[in-house]
């Protein structure tokens, strides 16, 4: 086998340089490629980030309509068993009192059957 020449290195070296350049622009290509990919990727994540955050803020904004709408709903609630306790109590206090004073009358009527029948025997009818 003979010795390359001058000439022949030279030649074989800018084939190798013309390839490499080759695979360095293809590189660079598939690289600007992907980066753009990413970048509409990163775009639309963006936009669906800010979609969420839209359709949080509605809901929210619902529920606090729906909390405030109970909040007033429990407080008419409250008056009306306030006002059905008063009354309540009310009745009660005269239940109360009404059943003293039966009781008081019957205990009254017993101590004095009582009298009547022990001090009094003659004049039982």
Do not use: H, W, Y
Not at 29 to 53: M, N
Not at 61 to 81: P, Q
Not at 87 to 109: D, H, I, M, P, Y
Request: net charge negative; hydrophobic share 40%.
């Amino acid at each position: 086998m003979s010795e390359p020449t001058n000439q022949d290195l030279k030649e074989l070296i800018l084939s190798l340089d013309k390839k490499m350049e080759l695979s360095l622009s293809e590189l660079n290509r598939k690289i600007d490629v992907g980066l753009t990919q990413v970048r509409v990727e990163i775009a639309e994540v963006r936009t669906e980030i800010a979609e969420v955050r839209g359709e949080i803020k509605r809901v929210e904004e619902k529920l606090t309509g729906e909390i405030k709408r109970l909040d007033t709903e429990i407080k008419s609630v409250e008056a009306n068993l306030s006002a059905k306790l008063d009354g309540l109590g009310k009745r009660v206090e005269n239940q109360e009192f009404v059943s003293r004073g039966a009781t008081v009358a019957l205990v009254g009527g017993l101590v004095t059957g009582m009298v009547k029948l022990l001090f009094f025997p003659d004049r039982l009818p």
